[in-house]
């Protein structure tokens, strides 16, 4: 099982572009890579999935270099409505073992 | 909405007793799994059910147990509750390729647990 790393707190301003990382050394050749983001008091919410390369939405985007051992989640000129947590997920598709296990996850907070 | 539903939202409770929260999925969603959050620390996986037979076990204690029905509900019974019980419990359903789940999970509002 895929374990991943964050950094545990990010501070960024309004209108800036925030990218943050995550690290899963251990990744296995069918992993997901997926991020989400939850407000206080909220279930989480799906932002992006991607497997390599680059995913984006109308959100975010999703960098995975080739190696796939992490993953950067790029939030375009971000609101002060983006300050939440942000969680990295690996582990789905078919060496998924039923076991969806959330990092620590990055407290993002956007000032002003 | 993500089109999961828990109940009870709130739930005030004394130490000793027993609870049962519910979980409706998504419909066609056949995965159900169950998070423990507790003040300010990440989510905690406890148990995840597809189609009615439990797939995979994280820390859950042995207080706890769950179980999902033919309707593909959910239900996690915390019993002989604990002050350090008190959390948010998250229930969250995902859509299922082959038995394996796409990774995106529909996270519930989740039920508040206080325990006294």
């Known amino acids: 099982l895929a374990k991943t790393t964050q950094p545990i707190s990010m501070d960024s301003y309004e209108g800036q572009e925030v990218n943050i990382t995550c690290s899963h050394n251990n990744i296995a050749t069918n992993d997901y890579i997926t991020w989400y983001q939850q407000f206080p008091s909220q279930g989480p919410r799906f932002i992006i999935q991607?497997?390599?390369t680059k995913v984006t939405n109308e959100v975010a985007s999703l960098f995975i270099p080739a190696d796939r051992k992490s993953s950067t989640l790029s939030l375009p000129r971000v609101s002060l409505s983006d300050t939440a947590v942000y969680y990295c997920?690996?582990?789905?598709?078919?060496?998924?073992?039923?076991?969806?296990?959330f990092g620590q996850g990055t407290t993002l907070q956007v000032k002003p | 909405d993500s089109g999961v539903t828990q109940t009870p939202k709130h739930l005030i409770t004394a130490t000793g007793q027993r609870v049962t929260l519910r979980c409706s999925p998504r419909?066609?969603?056949?995965?159900v799994y169950w998070y423990q959050q507790s003040l300010d620390q990440g989510l905690q996986f406890l148990i995840h059910?597809?189609?009615?037979?439990?797939?995979a076990k994280g820390n859950i204690l042995e207080r706890f147990s769950a179980q999902q029905f033919p309707d593909l509900h959910s239900e996690l019974n915390l019993s002989s509750l604990e002050l350090g019980d008190s959390a948010l419990y998250f229930c969250?359903?995902?859509?299922?390729?082959?038995?394996?789940?796409?990774?995106?999970?529909?996270f519930g509002e989740g039920s508040r647990l206080t325990v006294l």
């Open positions: 997920l690996v582990g789905v598709g078919s060496s998924n073992t039923g076991k969806l296990i």
């Open positions: 419909s066609g969603d056949l995965s």
């Open positions: 991607g497997y390599k």
């Open positions: 969250a359903s995902s859509v299922t390729s082959g038995g394996a789940t796409t990774g995106e999970l529909f």
């Open positions: 059910y597809y189609n009615g037979e439990e797939r």
